[in-house]
């Protein structure tokens, strides 16, 4: 079978799904949705369905980022659009069969959004949620919509043509695209890929490896559970472009949804002749196995990542070498992020120029984030490089401006820095979040409000991350726990008049001494609030007074001072 | 490249700290060991390099052409400081309490480091001293986390058992789940304590002795032994299946290698490390191994020196005297031995039982020093060392041992059937037609009262008792004697002092006992006996054999000053007596002693007796080419437990009625296994040492 004839039956088994008389129920069984409890509703459809003796497919679908809004079930009637419905319990899920399978009645009060072709009454398209409107979503492009676990529907939705146009081009020429399209490394320090696969290409040996970085986080996990063959294809247009035979996915172990869902697309791209010998037929060879990790944060460094899959245990070791020249076994090595690889599979599938029109000068295309905290909306985005703060915390967060109440965004997780409302107006790129001594990485904005405490925030951080320091390094395990220390102190009243200073010195101590990335970064959050709350901490340290009452030891103190 | 401003060249492959060090710019380190891959742990070697982003680490970074590294700017000085308050902070503080202190690479660099303030919050780590390991205690309270024994431990050895344990602050070297080293597979090497920085990982309380030194603590087998042999090397020799060169390396140091092979008493074993595992590598059995296994390939190595004009004369062919000749000649002296008894060997022919020490291996070691060129004159007692000198004999050394044996002076000793251990092995040996009784008993608890003992029970006697004055658990006598004597049916009875022998028509019936409570040994070696009264029983006998003590005979005609039990006085370096040219060695000068010994004072004889013809006393020889031993061991699961390999004698009832070997010896197969059991101690001492600060700036 060619590529076009397996598009063509693809393309017309999922036109054939949504014209089937059958109603069609999809229902979000992602990470997010499983804990907001959506197995349960599944459970409940299939048994509910069945006792109604109603002919209706049901159908599991990852996330489609409306994350505050789980469990979501996605209704679709021959010919119409899915309709959503957000934070359904058993009795709406019955009341909906009731109403909407059975009697026709869509329950527009119960609708979120409409999804896909065509419009419903009084339902509003999912574009034109105010979470969507501004966001472009080209690594998120098909989660939530197709079945992860059927390849025909990634196929009918543009999949694997991407690998198809690289197969006819040159690795070189693939290369080419790829830095045309201005793609940067998505795990954070946004190397350019396209010149990292040049170094790859280059380096000496016949023997290279390629691995997708699948233990970065939580949108890692959220894109392989939505739509595995969308990196899938990432990868094996990158092992063409570098030579590669064998690729590996490094994930967390315990991440089984994303395994089973890898492994379940594995076995379809091998039915389909998409990968091992003779890739659609070409001289292309490409093997890829998954490989689970301890989940150890480390292990999302690119050095203790390759120890980890060697099986030592995960620790980072300096670079130079690179991996891209001296990587997995000692072999030239390409390590991207999940969302990267799903980038390179959308630009592929378009066109460099296509990619290239999003973002910034220096920083194109779009990033996906995970945005939480104190916001109205939270959930899975996708922005173009560029967009300010402001708007994706209350443009698409839905956060109320003028309300006072927002305090800080921290934008990378624990190893990320915090910044004030004051600088919101500041563009998300790399430029920018890195000056601002934040952290692309992880691919986390945490919205605080004023009930947030600043030194509580960094001692939050810095304990996760102390606790994570692979031990190797003496400024990283000694620092962090020295800094996790002090802070500790501080928030118990223990503080001493030079402790701002010694946090500042050990910090930037760790930025610049610090052997590996996790180190390096470790100190972001206690720097950052210390440069936009210095006199939080001084209250903490001189006057012994928590200003955001939530030091519960110091609070305790002035009740009794006083 | 240049650093600091100076030209320096170096060669591809080394890093900038290595190209650095070797210049004389030193860089503090301490993660870093000349042994060990780098690490980048510690970031006290952080330079900064031109065109390298950040601060590197001199120890991770390769050297290359044209390179402009700067290691003193006040970035990385900030940087190191900082590393050092941080290692600092969860370190004791007490130095002087440390065994490592004024030893310890953390305390030196520190001071290089002027870093005395302490800013940061104390952060200990409140560990017990671990002791429950054979061998080594791990005092992780003053541990740093550098890794090196993690390194050595992996990288070096492959044995894989020393690793990181948990994370961040939690983090801690140790073994998998907090097993045993013995269980988590650990083969005792050493490496880990060799590179520890600090007094984190030591060897265990007792196991240095500061007087003997490193070095013979760390192999104490090979400085147990009197002649020095280096046992970890043809141990692992063996192991390599490289047995003659296993034998040269034993060759190396003593003539006889295949006797010692059957006899040695083996100090080496009771020094071995590994019987704080559980049992001693059994030494003498691999010894015998490769000496029986020898292709004889170091003869191609062992040279003869052009001849000297000096004459030496050695008075007695035993282990000292024959080891003394074979040396001597070697070196290009003229040598004869002059031995008294129609046979050449000593002791180790006329004391040792055949069975013991079978009379092909002994002729066999003796023919090998015969073919180094020297005469010895049997049945030709020296009765005056004028004579020899008169005669042109520019030195002379006496090695004539300890054949005197003797009675106690109690009634009814001068009857007949009452017999001197040595001469009734002596007679035995030397093939005359020995009677005993039926009925024999030997007073004595040594090692040669075993051998009287055994031998009678070999001739003709139905039963053989031994009594002794020591009581059972501080016989004289090796176990190994104790115990096969047993099983050949011999009697003991411990703890008995002997007042009487008994007679009827002249015929020795038996002998009067007392129990003996407890006795010691006044100033004068006299024992002064605590018997039990009223406890005078009999063991009845119609021989008694003799065998306690015996000494050397010295005719006064040799006008050496003598000591104790009639020792030959000497000088104990030199061994020379108080004569002009005359040496002396063995047990003449030691009293009985073992063969081992008696080679040792025989080269100890050898070097003396060629620097007083004005030599230079070096006797050594390299005999196999020196290998580098590898320092890989690998994964060593269920090593801490493999038992030594025994090598039980043959029944007792099949080696009473010959004087055949009672030990068969190792095959190939179990002397592999028992070679295994090593733990190589030398590889430790193989690991280079580190330099300190201060050895730089002596540079």
């Known amino acids: ?562 | 490249m240049n650093i600091d401003g100076c030209k320096v060249e170096t060669t591809k492959g080394k890093t900038v700290l290595q190209a650095a060090l070797d210049a004389g710019i030193y860089i503090p380190h301490l993660c870093y060991h000349p042994s060990l891959p780098s690490a980048g742990a510690c970031r006290l070697c952080v330079v900064e390099a031109e065109g390298i982003e950040d601060i590197p680490t001199a120890c991770t970074t390769l050297a290359t052409e044209g390179m402009i590294v700067q290691t003193k700017t006040e970035q990385v000085g900030k940087i190191r400081r900082l590393a050092m308050e941080l290692i600092l902070s969860t370190h004791p503080p007490d130095c002087t309490t440390c065994p490592k202190y004024l030893n310890c690479e953390l305390q030196s660099l520190a001071q290089y480091l002027g870093v005395v303030e302490q800013r940061l919050r104390r952060r200990p780590r409140a560990v017990p001293i671990n002791t429950s390991n054979p061998l080594f205690l791990h005092d992780l309270s003053r541990c740093i986390l550098c890794g090196r024994c993690v390194r050595a431990c992996y990288e070096l050895r492959g044995v894989e058992v020393l690793s990181f344990i948990k994370k961040g602050s939690a983090t801690y070297i140790g073994t998998a789940f907090d097993r045993s080293l013995a269980d988590a597979g650990c083969r005792f090497c050493g490496a880990c304590v060799e590179v520890c920085p600090t007094g984190a990982l030591r060897d265990q309380e007792g196991i240095i002795d500061s007087a003997k030194g490193r070095k013979a603590s760390l192999i104490p087998c090979r400085y147990a032994c009197p002649a020095e042999i280096d046992v970890p090397r043809y141990v692992r020799l063996i192991r390599e299946q490289k047995y003659s060169a296993a034998a040269a390396v034993i060759r190396e140091k003593v003539p006889f290698p295949a006797v010692l092979g059957y006899v040695c008493d083996h100090p080496c074993e009771t020094a071995c490390r590994r019987s704080e595992l559980n049992e001693a590598v059994s030494i003498r059995e691999l010894k015998r191994y490769a000496a029986e296994n020898d292709a004889k390939l170091w003869r191609k190595y062992s040279g003869k020196a052009s001849p000297t004009d000096k004459r030496v004369a050695i008075v007695g062919s035993g282990p000292a005297g024959l080891t003394t000749a074979y040396y001597l000649s070697k070196l290009g002296h003229s040598i004869t031995v002059f031995e008294a008894l129609p046979v050449i060997g000593g002791m180790m022919r006329v004391g040792i039982p055949e069975y013991r020490l079978p009379r092909a291996i002994l002729n066999a070691e003796i023919e090998e020093i015969i073919n180094a060129g020297l005469e010895i004159r049997t049945n030709t007692r020296v009765d005056s060392l004028d004579t020899l000198i008169e005669e042109g004999y520019h030195a002379i050394l006496v090695a004539v041992g300890t054949h005197q044996g003797y009675k106690l002076p109690i009634p009814g000793a001068d009857l007949d059937n009452v017999l001197v251990g040595t001469h009734f092995l002596r007679d035995v040996n030397l093939g005359k037609n020995i009677k005993v009784g039926k009925k024999v008993l030997v007073l004595g608890g040594g090692n040669v009262a075993f051998d009287c003992a055994r031998v009678a029970r070999r001739l003709s006697a139905d039963e053989v008792h031994l009594a002794c004055l020591e009581p059972r658990d501080a016989m004289l006598a090796t176990s190994e004697e104790i115990v096969q004597g047993e099983e050949e049916g011999i009697v003991i009875h411990p703890s008995h002092t002997f007042t009487r022998i008994l007679s009827e028509n002249g015929h020795v019936t038996g002998v009067e006992c007392l129990d003996v409570q407890s006795f010691e040994f006044d100033g004068d070696g006299r024992a002064c006996i605590d018997a039990i009264e009223g406890s005078e029983h009999v063991i009845p006998a119609d021989t008694i054999i003799f065998a306690i003590g015996q000494h050397p005979e010295i005719p006064a005609q040799y006008s050496l000053s003598t000591g104790q039990g009639n020792t030959i006085r000497v000088d104990t370096d030199t061994l020379t007596t108080d004569r002009e040219g005359i040496f002396a060695a063995g047990d003449s000068v030691t009293g009985t002693a073992s063969v081992i010994e008696a080679i040792a004072g025989g080269r100890k004889a050898a070097t003396a007796i060629d620097k007083y013809l004005g030599g230079s006393g070096n006797i050594d020889e390299e005999l196999t080419p020196n290998e580098a031993p590898g320092a890989w061991l690998g994964r060593g699961k269920g090593f801490a437990c493999q038992h030594r390999c025994a090598m039980p004698p043959i029944p007792a009832e099949h080696r009473l009625t010959n004087f055949d070997p009672i030990i068969c010896g190792y095959n190939e197969e179990t002397a592999l296994e028992e070679s295994q059991r090593c733990l190589q101690c030398d590889l430790r001492l193989k690991i280079a040492a580190v330099k300190f600060w201060a050895d730089y700036s002596l540079q």
């Open chain 1, 1 to 562: 079978m060619t590529f076009e004839q397996i598009q063509q039956n693809a393309i017309a088994e999922f036109e054939a799904l949504e014209l089937d008389d059958k109603p069609r129920i999809y229902i979000g069984t992602a990470t997010c949705g499983r804990s907001a409890g959506a197995l349960k509703i599944h459970e409940h459809l299939c048994a509910e369905l069945e006792r109604r003796n109603l002919d209706a497919q049901v159908i599991e679908v990852g996330c489609i980022g409306l994350c505050y809004l789980e469990p979501l079930i996605y209704i679709a009637k021959s010919g119409r659009p899915r309709i959503c419905y957000s934070q359904v319990t058993i009795s709406i899920v019955s009341q909906l069969i009731t109403d909407y399978i059975i009697n026709d009645n869509h329950r527009p009060d119960l609708a979120v959004c409409s999804i896909g072709k065509g419009r419903i009454d009084g339902i509003p398209g999912l574009a034109d949620l105010p979470m969507f409107q501004r966001q472009v979503r080209i690594a998120l492009r098909n989660c939530g919509y197709i079945d992860p676990a059927n390849i025909n529907h990634y196929i009918a939705c543009g999949g694997y043509s991407g690998l198809a146009r690289a197969l006819t081009m040159n690795p070189d020429e693939v290369t080419a695209e790829v830095s045309k399209s201005g793609l940067r490394g998505r795990g954070g320090t946004g190397f350019h890929t396209g010149t990292k696969w040049k170094i790859c290409h280059d380096a000496p040996g016949t023997e290279k490896y390629l691995i997708c970085n699948a233990a970065d986080g939580n949108t890692s996990r959220t894109i392989l559970e939505s739509d595995p063959h969308s990196v899938l294809e990432g990868m094996l247009i990158g092992a063409y472009a570098v030579g590669a035979a064998h690729g590996y996915i490094y994930i967390n172990a315990e991440h089984t949804l994303a395994i089973a869902r890898l492994k379940t697309a594995l076995k379809q791209m091998e039915n389909y002749m998409l990968s091992n010998d003779k890739v659609l037929g070409s001289n292309f060879c490409f093997q890829i196995e998954v490989k689970g990790g301890a989940g150890d944060l480390i292990c999302g460094e690119e050095t203790a990542l390759i120890q980890s899959m060697e099986g030592k245990r995960g620790m980072a070791y300096p670079r130079p070498p690179f991996p891209t020249t001296s990587g997995l076994g000692s072999k030239p090595t390409i390590i991207n992020n999940v969302e990267t690889w799903a980038n390179v599979s959308a630009i592929l599938q378009k066109s460099a120029e296509w990619y290239a029109s999003y973002g910034t000068m220096q920083s194109k295309g779009t990033k996906v984030f995970t945005l939480g905290g104190k916001v109205p909306r939270a959930g899975l985005i996708e922005v173009p490089m560029g967009m300010s703060l402001h708007q994706i915390v209350y443009d698409i967060g839905g956060a109320v401006p003028d309300s006072g109440d927002l305090k800080a965004v921290l934008i990378g997780g624990t190893s990320g820095g915090c910044l004030p409302a004051s600088v919101l107006s500041m563009p998300v790129d790399y430029e920018h979040i890195n000056a601002a001594g934040a952290n692309m990485g992880s691919g986390n904005i945490t919205v605080t409000d004023s009930a947030t405490c600043m030194v509580n925030l960094a001692k939050h951080c810095l304990s996760f991350t102390q606790a994570e320091s692979c031990g190797k390094c003496v400024i990283c395990r000694e620092g962090t726990s020295q800094m996790l220390e002090i802070l500790t102190d501080i928030t118990e009243g223990k503080g001493k008049p030079d402790d701002i200073e010694l946090l500042l010195e050990l910090g930037d101590g760790l930025k610049v001494g610090a052997l590996c990335a996790l180190g390096k970064t470790a100190p972001n959050p206690v720097l950052t609030t210390i440069r936009h709350f210095r006199e939080e901490y001084e209250a903490h340290v001189k006057r012994k007074r928590c200003p955001a009452k939530r030091c519960s030891k110091l609070i305790s103190s002035s009740v009794m001072g006083t």
